[in-house]
């Protein structure tokens, strides 16, 4: 019976030291690195996040990029020398207390280099009262095909169209870019044409109205060239 008693106490002490050591091993080998890991790659999560105010992320310049190969490709579609894009904002409040609308150049494709814009247009705040009966027409008819040639009479004394005719363009396709569900108008698709062009082909106009459609879509998610105190 003694003999029977010291063999199980001697089992299970090595039972129990067996077990011991696992844990140890366990402790020291497993758990105690798998803790370490998990939080030195909490921390560098952390760390790395960016912040969701910044406008340069991985979404929006998604988004611009494909805003830019629309023009890019209407440039190539249409034989254009330049397709630029403005977008609508009130640039702030100034002393009288009135929001002024204005516009600004977000997105420019262009045939040469040489000629991109270099003119009043490029600025931020181009005051959309210099373009005058133009933008009416535009907005009231979602496009306009102004040839200066032909309507030099009736928009001569026309900031806008002052500023087309010493840059050289003989033919400028303006179309009103829209946002969805409320149809607020959110920018311009300028196109331009240094010589002359009559008018689109009824292909060219298509292709136009797609783009115009896609890129409308596009920019209501696009924050690129709005100051601080937007529409």
Known sequence: MN???????????SFSDSCLQFIQDFWYGIFLPFIGWYFKTTYKKR????????PINATQLELQSQVQGYIEDLLSALSADRVIIHKFHNGGKYHTGVSTQKMKLVYEATKKRGRRIMNELAGSAFVLEKMGGILKKVVDNKYLH????????????TPYFQIMEDDDVAANHLSILRSNGKWRNIGLLSIHFFEPKESLTAKEELVVAAARRDISLLLVGDIKGYPNNQL
């Not at 760390?47 to 910044?54: C, E, G, I, V």
């Not at 102004?146 to 004394?157: G, K, P, V, Y």
């Open 47 to 54: 760390n790395n996040r960016q912040d969701p105010k910044d």
């Open 146 to 157: 102004l040839i200066m040639s032909r309507h030099r009479e009736e928009f001569s004394m």
């Open 3 to 13: 003999i029977f008693l010291h063999v199980m106490l001697f089992n299970l002490g």
